[in-house]
């Protein structure tokens, strides 16, 4: 497991076309983060599409916490829409 200190990432913009759809609208961006090299045992993928949002995250079933990250990130888009602009 990575400890607390900086971590290398893989990152990825990806250019779906019309393949990867969500409620019928296509993918207009797609990242994808990955760092395997350092130990985490986790693989995160957000697209957007149009006004929507999708965060994939495929992880080791030894990473306990993970489950709970839907939650945290949920929390996160709520501050970010009901921030000033």
């Known amino acids: 497991m990575a400890g607390a200190g900086p971590v290398g990432l893989l990152a ?11 409620f019928g609208l296509p993918a207009t ?3 994808m983060f990955s760092a395997p090299a ?3 045992r986790c693989y995160t993928a ?3 599409y149009d006004s929507y949002a999708r ?11 993970m489950p709970r ?11 970010l829409a009901d921030a000033p602009r």
């Open 55 to 65: 965060l994939t995250v495929v992880h080791d079933s030894s990473l306990a916490g």
């Open 38 to 40: 350092d130990g985490l």
């Open 12 to 22: 990825s913009n990806l250019d779906c076309g019309p393949a990867l759809a969500l």
């Open 46 to 48: 957000l697209t957007g």
């Open 69 to 79: 990250l839907g939650e945290h990130w949920e929390t996160a888009v709520r501050e």
């Open 29 to 31: 961006q797609a990242q």
